[in-house]
């Protein structure tokens, strides 16, 4: 093999096999502008800021990325192929108990109202966690790396730093749900972390490159660069910025990967139909345009339903959110799975290349 060869056939495994473009996957999937956005808020916000961007511009940006990030979805496991006959509770009987759950804590929202609200902040960030192992595995196997069974435990370990980090330094939901802030207080753990907590960040953000390092000696092969952007962007979202920036900017950023990569999957799968007469813009626009309408529907409208119905505002908007994200959580499980036969791995495995 020549030098030139080899130098070749080593920057291909470190780019890895995009989806789209290499530019596309890094910035939007990868989380490359989000470390961008990250840094600007980092240096220019002051510490009495909330966001860097106005504040009556932030419910937009909510609405363009997150609130259709979450309808996206339901959007996906209705259109996805074969999602009726393989999911059958999933997409027929679990929407109706999710509105049944949350039908019933709103009559009792002073009683379960907390839990649910707990349940949802805690379960976020362990979402996001998932969602970089998710990516980081699928860039993977894309790009030729088949990943031993230890390699994968060690990657998702790795992938849940953040998700400990929020569940002990949140400021809602993780420890301050289940202990006491007087008990949080006492732990001599908990103020040793406080004392360390600079060096461990450091470590936090060295442990994903010593087991890069460690995947790429190991007989699973190289993992692509953008599987690491995709663990170490998350890693940055809740360990650089303050509490509150990170959970807007993670809640923004996430639901930009997500739509980048769920229109991806589904245009695939729409382009391969026998009977499909439409190109590549036709299927991202109905996509993201049903999404875009469903999370308004979902966040703006069923909050006002419950209102009309006698329930208080606060209480409808803050409950009708935990339930959407829940719902969110355990869809998700579901639809991204890569087991042989099913069209997700058929999109991993193949390109996106087709007429706009």
């Keep these: 093999m020549s030098v030139e060869h080899g130098q070749n056939r080593l920057g291909t495994t470190l780019i890895g096999r995009s989806f789209v473009h290499p530019a596309f996957d890094y910035m939007l999937i990868g989380g490359g502008l989000s470390l961008v956005v990250a840094a600007i808020v980092w240096i220019m916000a002051s510490p009495g800021d909330a966001f860097l961007v106005n504040a009556a511009l932030l419910p937009f940006f909510i609405l363009l990325s997150n609130s ?28 109706l108990i999710a509105i049944a759950l949350l039908t019933l804590c709103l009559f009792q929202a002073g009683r379960w109202g907390p839990f649910l609200q707990a349940l949802y902040l805690t379960w976020s960030p362990f979402h996001y966690a998932a969602q970089a192992y998710g990516l980081a595995v699928m860039y993977g196997f894309r790009s030729g790396c088949q990943l031993n069974p230890n390699d994968k435990r060690l990657l998702w370990w790795v992938c849940q730093i953040p998700f400990f980090h929020t569940f002990i330094y949140g400021l809602e939901g993780g420890l301050r749900w289940l202990v006491s802030r007087e008990t949080l207080d006492s732990l001599v753990v908990i103020n040793w972390l406080d004392q360390h ?66 229109i991806i999957f ?58 959407i994200n829940i719902h969110h959580f355990i869809v998700d499980a579901y639809i991204w799975r890569l087991k042989q036969g099913d069209s997700n791995r058929r999109v991993v495995e193949t390109s996106l290349s087709a007429p706009i």
């Design 197 to 262: 907590h600079s060096a461990i960040t450091v470590v936090a953000f060295l442990v994903p490159l010593i087991s890069f390092v460690k995947v790429w000696r190991s007989s699973s092969g190289p993992l692509p660069l953008i599987s690491m952007l995709a663990v170490v962007s998350n890693s940055i979202w809740w360990f650089v910025l303050t509490p509150l920036n990170a959970f807007v900017y993670a809640t923004i950023f996430h639901g930009i990967q997500y739509l980048a990569i769920v």
């Design 68 to 95: 259709a990030h979450f309808a996206a979805s339901t959007v996906r496991l209705y259109t996805k192929p074969d999602s009726l006959k393989m999911l059958p509770f999933l997409t027929m009987a679990f929407p």
């Design 266 to 323: 589904h245009v695939k799968d729409q382009m391969s139909r026998p009977d499909n007469k439409h190109r590549v813009v036709y299927h991202v626009v109905c996509f993201y345009g049903m999404s875009l309408l469903l999370g308004y529907g979902l966040f703006q409208c069923l909050p006002f339903a419950y209102v009309f119905a006698g329930f208080g505002l606060l209480e409808s908007a803050l409950l009708v959110t935990a339930t």
